[in-house]
């Protein structure tokens, strides 16, 4: 082989070299250009996921009408009785409620209702200041002792039913039916607890 056709061989081949070094070098530029996410672009998309996702969501209630079912909704007494003049409820309960021609009176404790304390340590205090504070509520309702027919005593300790009962008979003279018992405990360890049903007038 002549000098001159080596000298071509050699250069051919380095051009093939070349060539694949360049071929090479490509594949890598084209392997290296993974498109970037901006911050921008994060919290467009983060955003438009999010706007989805709440219009996907529907209420208890929309659920219901695609369905065809009946929406319960809760209804609350439309006649409560409440008055500053007894002690305020403190729990999800109202001071009385009025049904048709009847109230209903929640269990009235020794509270004064000026001070928000237990009035009296001993039953016959605490016996009357529970009939005031029923009298306050039967009054802002329209009615009064005389029309409540039924009564519902708890007693800390039976103990105590003489002195509650004398109490008692000088605010419902009328002579409700009753039901009186002593309990384990009373709210805020108080000695007697009462509530009424009274025909409103």
Do not use: W
Request: with cysteine; net charge neutral.
């Amino acid at each position: 082989m002549s000098k001159k056709n080596k000298e071509q061989k050699e250069e051919k081949k380095l051009k093939k070299e070349e060539k694949a070094l360049k071929k090479g070098a490509h594949g890598n530029d084209l392997l290296g250009e993974i498109p970037t996410v901006h911050t921008e672009e994060l919290v467009a998309y983060s955003k438009n996921h999010e706007k989805q996702a709440d219009s996907e969501d529907v209420t208890a209630e929309e659920e219901a009408k695609t369905e065809g079912e009946a929406v319960v909704k809760e209804v609350l007494p439309a006649n409560v009785i409440a008055t500053s003049k007894a002690p305020a409820a403190i729990g999800p309960y109202s001071q009385a409620i009025i049904a048709g021609d009847l109230l209903f009176v929640s269990g009235q404790i020794p509270i004064n209702p000026k001070t928000g304390e237990i009035e009296g340590e001993d039953i016959e205090t605490q016996a009357r200041r529970v009939c005031k504070n029923i009298g306050k509520i039967l009054k802002k309702a329209g009615t009064d002792y005389t029309k409540v027919v039924k009564t519902t005593c708890f007693l800390s300790d039976l103990a105590d039913f003489e002195g509650f009962n004398a109490v008692y008979a000088e605010y419902f003279t009328g002579k409700p039916a009753r039901s009186c018992v002593a309990v384990k405990q009373i709210p805020k360890n108080v000695l007697c607890e009462v509530e009424v049903i009274a025909m409103l007038k």
